[in-house]
């Protein structure tokens, strides 16, 4: 079956360190996003992009980087210049026929040790 | 103003009870939006779409209302399964590829 497929489920992080988030999907899909979302808050958009080789920031995209070499993927960088990253973090793609909507991953959760 | 608001609740009601949510979206040229359940610490996933005519899909009608710029979902016959987070999304212009901007989301509370 298609899907989202982020890893890891848990991460640790030591302050100043730099880690990246995996994000894999087989939908076949031209747009995917990163979100982030804090205790009890709404889903904050860092950066999405429409198609291959291209990307934009989002809301809140200080502090982090990404990349999109293929299709399928679209691995997020947390960077040490990220003063607040513990948080759950959440991928999507979006499909552009048939039924609309989002298609997430099963998140991230990130904490800072 | 926020682009999108909802009302965080919680809301609390019996089971059986009919409850209904509102968006409030501030770009008038917004044209998608969608409704999505989240579990706690789960992903978010897809509940309905929301069409300008009105929907259904069984006990949940999603509606807009492009004149206030809101947009609803009624849950009718309320069950216990029904206890999440819902967010409402509006995609920003242009047109129906721009950016999705989420609501922080309304959490119901569905008692036996």
């Known amino acids: 079956d298609g899907g989202i497929t982020q890893s890891p489920k848990y991460l640790f992080r030591k302050e100043g360190q730099n880690v990246t988030l995996s994000c894999e999907q087989n939908?076949?899909?031209?747009?995917m996003y990163w979100y982030r979302q804090d205790p009890g808050q709404g889903l904050r958009l860092i950066y999405y992009?429409?198609?291959?080789?291209?990307?934009q920031k989002g809301d809140i995209a200080e502090g982090y980087s990404v990349s999109r070499e293929k299709k399928e993927s679209f691995p997020l960088t947390v960077t040490s210049a990220q003063k607040n990253p513990t948080a759950f973090y959440l991928c999507?793609?979006?499909?552009?026929?048939?039924?609309?909507?989002?298609?997430f991953g099963s998140g991230t959760r990130l904490t800072v040790v | 103003r926020k682009e999108v608001e909802q009302d965080p609740g919680p809301f609390n009601v019996p089971e059986g009870a009919t409850v209904a949510f509102n968006c409030t979206y501030s770009?008038?040229?917004?044209?998608?939006f969608f409704w999505y359940r989240q579990d706690c610490r789960k992903e978010p996933k897809l509940l309905m779409s929301?069409?300008?005519s009105g929907n259904e899909d069984g006990r949940f009608t999603a509606q807009l209302n492009r004149a206030s710029q809101y947009i609803s979902l009624l849950i009718r016959d309320s069950k216990l399964s029904d206890s999440a987070t819902y967010l409402c999304?509006?995609?920003?212009?242009?047109?129906?590829?721009?950016?999705?901007?989420f609501g922080q989301g309304t959490t119901l509370q569905v008692k036996p």
């Open positions: 999507a793609s979006r499909r552009e026929w048939g039924r609309p909507g989002y298609t």
């Open positions: 939908l076949n899909h031209d747009a």
């Open positions: 992009s429409q198609i291959v080789n291209d990307f």
């Open positions: 770009n008038s040229a917004s044209q998608s």
């Open positions: 929301v069409y300008s």
């Open positions: 999304v509006v995609i920003a212009p242009p047109g129906n590829t721009g950016k999705p901007i």
